[in-house]
């Protein structure tokens, strides 16, 4: 399986929102920054992501892949409403990028370690 | 070239403080989070780190090469003295993550899209 295809895939499926799909994905054991959350724990997450903000759109500006990881530099242009990491939010918009890392097996993302730009974020939301 | 070889070449470069043997790493038009730095400057920033956390050293935790990219994810357990990503330190030794991606032209450097985890920083110093 081309991982870059299967990645791209698996964003798109982020971006139309169709959570019944995030299991073509997203592995049932899945760790995310060393939190096992399995599929449903996965999925509760992205909901959850999306319920503080609801324009959130998955850009990738930088795709690396090497079997079996996929490295992600992904850009955010949108407006979070209520906590949003540690922080406390009003709908301002922002711009801000996540350097991500996956390790599929199967086809599957089994773990993931994600850095958010907070520094970015603070500075747009003028802390 | 292998741009895994030659990351890990100047990882190690940066461990050894060989900062005389930067150039055959770091591009002379190199960019760092989108400020043009040079190698003059990236060579700065790097001593100016190294003033500030004596005993940095990088180790590769994850490493995923797709040419021209290489992207990586750097764990540091340190000691920072002084302003490090704007918070106030004073030699506590604290452990962070790093994620990274590098752009090579030619086998060097020319383009770093860096984010260190400025939470776990945060949660490590107890702020």
């Known amino acids: 399986m081309d991982l870059a295809e299967q990645y791209r895939a698996y964003i798109a499926c982020l971006n139309a929102r169709e959570w019944d799909a995030l299991g073509h994905y997203v592995d049932d054991r899945a760790q995310h920054n060393g939190k096992p959350l399995g599929l449903v724990g996965y999925r509760a997450m992205l909901e959850n992501d999306?319920?503080?903000?609801?324009d959130l759109r998955f850009n990738i500006?930088?795709?690396?892949?090497?079997?079996?990881?996929?490295a992600a530099r992904l850009r955010f242009d949108c407006s979070p409403r209520?906590?949003?990491?540690?922080?406390?939010?009003?709908?301002?918009?922002?711009?801000?990028?996540?350097?991500?890392?996956?390790t599929f097996a199967n086809g599957k993302i089994v773990q993931v370690w994600s850095i958010i730009d907070k520094a970015a974020v603070e500075a747009a939301l003028g802390r």
Chains 1, 2 share one sequence.
């Open 82 to 102: 209520g906590e949003f990491l540690g922080l406390q939010t009003h709908g301002e918009r922002i711009t801000f990028c996540e350097n991500v890392f996956y």
């Open 50 to 54: 999306v319920r503080t903000i609801p």
């Open 61 to 70: 500006e930088v795709l690396v892949a090497e079997p079996p990881h996929v």
